[in-house]
């Protein structure tokens, strides 16, 4: 009787990245950083899913490497539970590399070509309904500096759409109060103008008339939204702050940061905005990318008719 096959983990090979495949990657990541000015985050993901697949081959160059060698670091991953999206993700990244690669003669063929992605759902984002997104943004207490920072962080958010990273990585001379307007260079470095509204102005100008500097306690500072340390907010942090809020609000879904640039993009289409536009307030280079909303509203759409349509 035949013994079953062993998948021989990833996890196995973690200690170990050749000299020879960690200069590729750092070239690699130079090179993008360069030619596309790609956020941190961006090239912190590739260089940790390359420097993975460089583990699972342990000490074969990079540059050496053929369609089944591709094909068996995807197999492994999946037998190990990764998602067919986070799976997929990893296969972008060895794709660009590999054509980059190409184009420095580096290498005769891209061993990912043939290589087809995992198959994957779209999942819709969790949408928030415009009352929960009220109770949200009423549960900071703004009688105190932290709270009133809190609230003008969430108008914020709700108002632009932003990703999170550009909304705590805002300067002050990026954000016009008299204009109304934010100025955003977001991912591929590409600029974009984001309106504010009314309410999220009355908000941020509360904030500056005293929270902002009762937190910097007159150390200086370039960034608008402020720490009680004196420094720039972080990703992590805001993340905690919209966790905290949520359990104040009652509202039981799971939030982050990105829920709230849903909830924008959503509502702004349930009544009557253009995909185009919001594409272009989102800052979207697909406008694909942003279709998706458009599911989430005829959901919303569907289930009004059938609650209150008499034949519905």
């Not at 799976?87 to 290498?107: D, F, K, P």
Request: net charge positive; charged share 20%.
């Amino acid at each position: 009787m035949s013994e079953t096959p062993k998948v021989v983990s990833l996890e196995s090979h973690k200690p170990r990245v050749s000299l020879v495949n960690q200069d590729s990657i750092d070239l690699f990541i130079d090179a993008m950083w360069l030619e596309s000015g790609l956020s941190k985050n961006t090239l912190s993901a590739y260089r940790s899913d390359l420097n993975r697949f460089a583990r699972f081959l342990i000490d074969q160059d990079l540059n050496e490497v053929g369609q089944a060698q591709v094909q068996g670091f995807l197999a492994v991953m999946m037998a190990e539970g990764t998602k067919a999206s986070s799976s997929a993700r990893v296969l972008s990244t060895l794709r660009r590399y590999y054509r980059y690669q190409i184009r420095q003669n580096t290498i005769s063929a891209d061993p990912c070509a043939q290589v087809l992605s995992p198959k994957q759902g779209r999942p819709l984002p969790k949408a928030m309904s415009e009352q929960q997104v009220e109770d949200l943004l009423g549960a900071p207490n703004i009688e105190a500096a932290l709270g009133l920072r809190d609230r003008a962080m969430l108008e914020t958010l709700y108002a632009t759409g932003l990703r999170v990273t550009e909304l705590v990585e805002l300067s002050l001379l990026e954000v016009s109060l008299q204009v109304g307007v934010v100025r955003i260079i977001g991912k591929g470095n590409k600029e974009r103008l984001v309106p504010l509204g009314e309410q999220a102005i009355d908000w941020i100008e509360r904030y500056l008339q005293s929270a902002r500097s009762e937190l910097l306690k007159e150390r200086k500072s370039d960034a608008m939204f402020v720490t009680s340390r004196g420094a720039g907010m972080t990703r992590h942090a805001f993340w905690h702050i919209i966790k905290k809020y949520a359990l104040i609000a009652g509202i039981q879904q799971g939030l982050s940061p990105h829920t709230l640039r849903h909830a924008f993009a959503t509502h702004l289409i349930n009544h009557g905005a253009d995909l185009r536009s919001v594409q272009m307030l989102l800052g979207h280079a697909d406008l694909s990318t942003t279709q998706i909303y458009t599911h989430i509203a005829r959901e919303r759409l569907q289930s009004l008719h059938a609650q209150h349509h008499p034949r519905g």
